[in-house]
């Protein structure tokens, strides 16, 4: 059974750097033709898709994110993770992260960015 499992501070300041982690068990992060995703849901509003780190290492961003966006792995680990720079209240949202091909899904944390 296919695990993931977001971590991170539910409480980041404006303009500090928002990184949560996401563990994965069940599965390798490195197995061909997996993608990891972020996905966000601000409060009211429908789900963005932040990004994804490819099997290959290789990472693609929401062009709209691109500029405050770095997502990286740890393979040893198993688990990848999300950095969000200069947040401001409007980051406020669940983070999800996620294979979206596959339909794995963490439950999700909350984070609220505010002072």
């Known amino acids: 059974q296919v695990q993931l499992q977001e971590s991170g501070p539910g409480l980041v300041k404006p303009s500090q750097t928002l990184s949560l982690t996401c563990a994965v068990s069940?599965?390798?992060?490195?197995?061909?033709?997996?993608?990891w995703s972020w996905i966000r849901r601000p409060p009211g509003k429908g789900l963005e898709w932040i990004g994804y780190?490819?099997?290959?290492?290789?990472?693609y961003y929401n062009p709209s994110l691109k500029s405050r966006t770095s997502i990286s792995r740890d393979t040893s680990k198993n688990q990848f993770t999300l950095q969000l720079s200069s947040v401001t209240p409007e980051d406020t949202a669940m983070y999800y992260c996620?294979?979206?091909?596959?339909?794995?899904w963490g439950q999700g944390t909350q984070v609220t960015v505010s002072s």
């Open positions: 996620a294979s979206l091909g596959s339909n794995y």
């Open positions: 069940g599965d390798s992060i490195t197995t061909a033709y997996r993608y």
């Open positions: 780190i490819g099997y290959n290492g290789n990472p």
